[in-house]
């Protein structure tokens, strides 16, 4: 494959811009708009379109490598339309097999730059980034500029792939690493941390309650309540914030 190929991005874009919108559904921009707390800038295509579409770039284009996606992606997704962000996912899972470390520093631009919502966020961070921690190519650590990164998005990301590794990984290493996210000033982060010491508290449910209780006084409110989610009424009254700042 030739990595030096030259791609025709605009090209690309304007074709996949004028498919989409031509089969736009804005009934289903109203039906899917209410998932979204933020502005959802969507044609209301569905999953058929989008195949579509990515089977005529890949035919048009079989020259295309991971980096181009890469790039192909950057720019679908500051098109700003929903599904041009979707068709970015849904062509580097395709590809996965094919990538390599990276490529797991050019999804972090996407986050970084491009990812503006909670379904593509966390459709990467289920589908795509746990690859590379399954496949050894990355480790936690590798996901420490995620963590201190100005994007939430990319802060949320790093929690929310360690789902898939809470049976493997050690706790204490996953803890530790969440640990700045607890304070988070983002609402979206205090989720996804939160989301991932529920899942974490179902393998290591002392070792989670010990970790909670301990930051109970300063992590976000939201935070605890996720995390807490699976715990009774009462259960849960351990975790309030204590008043007394004890």
Known sequence: MNINATIKYEE???????????KANPQNVIKYSRYFKDEYDA???D???????MNEINAGNPELSISHLLELGNRLFRHGK??????????????????????FDGL??????????WAHADYLCSKVTPWFLLKGIVSVEDFLPWRESPSRWSRRAAPVSFI???KTEDPQCLLSFVEPLMTDPER????????????????????????????RNTAARLIIQYATEKLSKEERLRFRKDKRGA
């Open 12 to 22: 690309i874009i304007r074709n996949t811009e004028k498919y989409l919108s031509h």
């Open 108 to 117: 972090k631009l996407w986050f970084d730059h491009g990812v503006s919502n």
């Open 188 to 215: 979206v982060v205090h989720q996804g941390t939160g989301w991932f010491l529920r899942e974490l508290w179902k393998v290591h449910p002392i070792l989670v309650e010990e970790y909670l209780y301990k930051h």
């Open 43 to 45: 044609w209301g295509n």
């Open 47 to 53: 999953a058929n379109d989008l195949k579509a579409v």
């Open 82 to 103: 929903y599904e041009m962000g979707s068709l970015a996912i849904m062509m580097i899972e395709k590809r996965l097999k094919d990538c390599d470390r990276e490529a």
């Open 164 to 166: 898939k590794i809470k």
